[in-house]
């Protein structure tokens, strides 16, 4: 009957309770960004691939943004840090009582494990029935992991930490990842089992492999490239961490249909969306939430976050695009021009030193050198709406909340506050006096006083 219910049953146990010493810093260490995104939010997002029907996150105290960048999902909370099995105990409560097939358990600072590896493990422990399933990878010795101590079956019979281990045990590579798929069943009744009689003194959630065996059940283990599994302890693992994905995103990117000149100096974010024939230039930079249209050229030195970029459309060399960008087909936008909030209509053009902020520029619009919009007194943001086909002189500031309508042109140079009607011609600016001959008549004076 149960068996029936609860096969399928998945929960996910994520930790994250540890304070991460090493990375020096006020942020709890989960929370430390690859590619843009929090770790924590990586390890949530690629667990929900497995559709588990419980998340749950161990956090430690005094950790709000650990807290909410949970929610929606379970927290737990794990007062003192005594080890990873007395972390696994303090989930028990947010798990409930509904019987488990498995509890997947992976660690908040190990940021690229992917939904397969994390699949495959699931099925291992569903398949052969083991009370444990342990994620291994090959790492060459000397290193600081747990060893995986393999049987002559091939099943897992213990797992021993670098600080306990005899030399031989430390000669082995298979080298524990952390990630464990383990029977919902046994857990609790295993982790009840831990004791803390080792040289850190902490509950190791690695002992219940041999408390298992003992009991007579079986532990397997899955291996996983060790790219996948870096974990990260300090700066320099995160810096290692984001090079990794970030080659996994290139490599995404161009497999995908887009052209980057110079790979290893694109960066991109894990949402980020490409279209087709996309070419993008060295040094462009992609913050979350960017989706680039067919044969958008994106030229070097951009950097671009919340936008989207419709086809054809050419952008840079030196543009920044901000949240809220919104560009149609074909829109231009040349080097040192800042949008934000911002939308432009098919063909509208901005190529030289702009800044449009909280702006919506109608399709075929031309948008002069030095134009900005002025669009905060301090206080409050506010509105600039140019239709379409208008032409904004160089040098144009366009005080908002402006209207400035189809077809109208401002002059160069003009500082315009008040709505401009379509097809007129704005002009705000002092009007130019000219004087004849002064000039020369002025460098005789100065030559006169100078002796030249
Ligand atoms: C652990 C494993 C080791 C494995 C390594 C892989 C144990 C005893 N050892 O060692 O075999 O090779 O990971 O990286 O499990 N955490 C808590 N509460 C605690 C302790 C830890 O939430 O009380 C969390 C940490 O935030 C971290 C994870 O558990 O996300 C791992 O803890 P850490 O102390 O880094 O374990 P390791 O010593 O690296
Ligand atoms: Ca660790």
Redesign the pocket.
């Known amino acids: 009957m149960e068996g029936a219910m609860s096969r399928n049953r998945l929960a996910v146990v994520?930790?994250?309770?540890?304070?991460?010493t090493r990375m020096k810093s006020a942020l709890p260490?989960?929370m430390h960004e690859v590619a843009g995104k929090p770790m924590l939010r990586h390890v949530i997002d690629t667990c929900q691939h497995l559709s588990p029907d419980r998340t749950v996150v161990?956090?430690?105290p005094d950790m709000p943004s650990v807290e909410a960048t949970a929610a929606p999902h379970a927290l737990a909370h794990?007062l003192?840090?005594?080890?990873?099995?007395?972390?696994v105990g303090?989930a028990r409560a947010a798990l409930g009582d509904t019987p488990l097939d498995t509890v997947l358990v992976v660690?908040?600072?190990?940021p690229l494990i992917t939904a397969e590896t994390l699949a495959r493990m699931v099925e291992e422990r569903q398949q052969t029935g083991a009370a444990v399933v342990v994620l291994g990878m090959r790492v060459a010795p000397p290193?600081?992991?747990?060893?995986l101590v393999l049987d002559r079956a091939g099943d897992l019979d213990g797992?021993v930490?670098?600080v306990e281990a005899s030399p031989e045990i430390l000669a082995l590579d298979l080298?524990?990842?952390?990630v464990m798929a383990i029977d919902g069943k046994a857990l609790f009744g295993l982790i009840d089992r831990l004791r803390d009689d080792n040289s850190?003194g902490?509950?190791?959630?690695?002992?219940i492999v041999g408390i298992a065996r003992r009991d007579g059940r079986r532990a397997r283990v899955v291996e996983a490239p060790v790219d996948e599994?870096v974990?990260v302890?300090s700066r320099a693992d995160l810096a290692a961490a984001e090079a990794i994905l970030q080659q996994r995103l290139r490599a995404a990117a161009m497999a995908g249909g887009a052209t980057l000149v110079d790979p290893a100096s694109v960066f991109l974010a894990t949402d980020t969306v490409l279209g087709r024939d996309v070419v993008i230039g060295p040094h462009v930079v992609f913050g979350p939430d960017v989706t680039v249209g067919d044969r958008v050229q994106i030229k070097p030195f951009s950097h671009i976050e919340g936008a989207r970029i419709g086809a054809g459309a050419i952008i840079g060399p030196f543009a920044r695009l901000r949240p809220g960008t919104e560009l149609a087909e074909d829109v231009h936008i040349g080097n040192f021009v800042e949008l934000k909030n911002a939308t432009m209509g098919r063909g509208a053009k901005a190529n030289h030193l702009t800044y449009l902020g909280d702006a919506t520029v109608g399709g075929n619009s031309n948008i002069g050198a030095g134009t900005i919009t002025v669009n905060y007194d301090g206080f409050g943001k506010y509105r600039t709406e140019i239709g379409e086909r208008a032409f904004i002189g160089s040098n144009s500031s366009l005080v908002a909340p402006l209207k400035v309508g189809d077809g109208a042109i401002t002059a160069a140079g003009s500082v315009v506050t008040h709505d401009v009607e379509a097809d007129a011609i704005a002009i705000g600016r002092a009007r130019q006096v000219d004087k004849p001959g002064r000039a020369a008549r002025f460098r005789e004076i100065q030559r006169a006083k100078h002796k030249k």
Not at 80 to 87: K, L, V
Not at 143 to 147: F, K, M
């Open positions: 994520i930790l994250a309770a540890g304070k991460g260490k989960v161990v956090a430690g794990q003192e840090q005594r080890g990873t099995g007395h972390a303090a660690y908040g600072d190990t290193s600081a992991y747990g060893r797992i930490e670098a080298c524990n990842s952390g850190k902490e509950f190791y959630l690695t002992d599994l974990g302890n």
